[in-house]
Every structure is written in structure tokens, then in C-alpha cells.
């Protein structure tokens, strides 16, 4: 595909409900982000993979939150017992290398809604 | 440490009127710098990127930015807005060594509004 997909695109789920959130970078970028994003304010980053490696995961609120990519390309974030404070979208991106020069390209992001 | 503050969370100009976005940034290393903009129901897209090159920087749909270092500013600006302009636009910090710090600094945002 031209872009970053992620699926699905609206999730509704009950509290205590676990979720999962799909990501398909573009292909062959090696760097891919998770960010939340609250109502009203910017994202806030969660985790990065370096191809399949997770190096940072320090923006991930608590370990109900998990993230992988184990084939260096699509990768998938977890909410497990999911809470009310969890509602956000949640966005991907990737970018072709690793320097934070490089150009974060963005999906359109999954809208959680915890009811 | 980084931090990125965006002096206004709102701004309303008229069509056809020039377009200023101020921020601040801190940071302990040299910095890079980025405005990216989302439009409704949009993905976060790139405007324009500062990777200590040439100071003033320009992007797409004609917006431009000037780093200042002295006044830790890297403000967005436009010579004449148009309507497809309405998105909120977010400054973004992240250092520029080397290392595995990937993180990009968001600032929380601005919404600017375009009238006719």
C-alpha cells in the first residue's frame, strides 16, 4: 500500500475487555512508533521497534499495554483489562530509517472508545 | 531534557491574511525541529522539518519556518491563508544526536481556523 494502514478504524469495547490494534507500516521502513492521543491534545509516544527490536518502551502507561512486531513489519499493540482512561486514538507510524531526521509517516489512527 | 510549548492553542485568521503559529522549544542537544499538521478525520502529515541546515526552512503548501536559536524559536508562518488551511497544527522537538532516543517532543497543538 502507498501509506500506513491501521485497523480497525473505531473500537468499542467494554471495561475489562481486552483490545487489539493492528498496524501495517509502509514497506521496507524499518522504524515504527506507537503514540496515544488524547482529545484536544498532541500524541504522546508509547513505544518504537527498530525492525523487529523494541528499544524504547518507556511511553507505555502500564504492562497492560504490550507491543510487538515480530517479523519487522506489521506490528501490534495490545490493551489488555482495558480501562475508561484508555480511550484515545491511537496512532502508528514509521519512517524509512533510523536517524530522527528521518520523516514519521503517520496512519490514520484507531479511536478507542472504553465504555 | 526537551519540552515544546506552543504559545496559542487557538488562532482565527481571515482568508487571505498572513498565518502565524508560534513555539518554543527546549532542549539540551541541538535540536530537530518539525511542525506537522491534521486535518479532520486525517492522518498527521509533515509540513516542514529543521535539521540544522539553513535556518528558514520551507515546506509544503507554502508555509515556511525560521529557526531562532536565540530565541529558542521555530514559529510557522504563511503569507496568505486559504481555506483548506483549517487543521490543527503540532511543533514537534526531538534531539538531533545520535543514540536510540527516537522520540518526537509534541507540543499540544494549535487549531487554526480560516474565515471567509
Known amino acids: 500500500g502507498a501509506g500506513v494502514s491501521q485497523s480497525p478504524r473505531y473500537k468499542v469495547a467494554k471495561r475489562g475487555q481486552d483490545v487489539a490494534l493492528r498496524c501495517d507500516p509502509i514497506s521496507g521502513h524499518v522504524s515504527l512508533f506507537w503514540y496515544q492521543q488524547a482529545l484536544g491534545q498532541g500524541p504522546e509516544f508509547l513505544t518504537y521497534f527498530q525492525n523487529e527490536a523494541q528499544l524504547d518502551k518507556s511511553g507505555l502507561p502500564s504492562d497492560r499495554f504490550f507491543a510487538e512486531r515480530p517479523e519487522g513489519s506489521v506490528s501490534t499493540l495490545k490493551i489488555q483489562r482495558t480501562q475508561q482512561e484508555d480511550s484515545a486514538v491511537y496512532l502508528c507510524?514509521?519512517?524509512?530509517?533510523?536517524?530522527?531526521?528521518?520523516?514519521?509517516?503517520f496512519g490514520p489512527g484507531t479511536r478507542l472508545t472504553v465504555l | 531534557a526537551q519540552s515544546v510549548t506552543q504559545l496559542d492553542s487557538h488562532v482565527s485568521v481571515s482568508e487571505g491574511t498572513p498565518v502565524l503559529l508560534r513555539c518554543n522549544y527546549s532542549?539540551?542537544?541541538?535540536?530537530?525541529l518539525f511542525w506537522y499538521v491534521q486535518h479532520p478525520n486525517k492522518g498527521l502529515q509533515l509540513l516542514l522539518k529543521?535539521?540544522?541546515?539553513a535556518t528558514l526552512v520551507k515546506g509544503i503548501n507554502g508555509f515556511e519556518a525560521e529557526f531562532k536559536k536565540s530565541e529558542t524559536s521555530f514559529h510557522l508562518t504563511k503569507p496568505s491563508a486559504h481555506m483548506s488551511d483549517a487543521a490543527e497544527y503540532f511543533c514537534v522537538v526531538t534531539p538531533s544526536s545520535a543514540g536510540n532516543n527516537r522520540k518526537l517532543i509534541w507540543g499540544l497543538g494549535t487549531s487554526l481556523a480560516v474565515n471567509p
Open positions: 507510524a514509521s519512517s524509512l530509517a533510523a536517524s530522527s531526521y528521518n520523516e514519521q509517516f
Open positions: 532542549s539540551s542537544y541541538s535540536p530537530s
Open positions: 529543521y535539521t540544522s541546515a
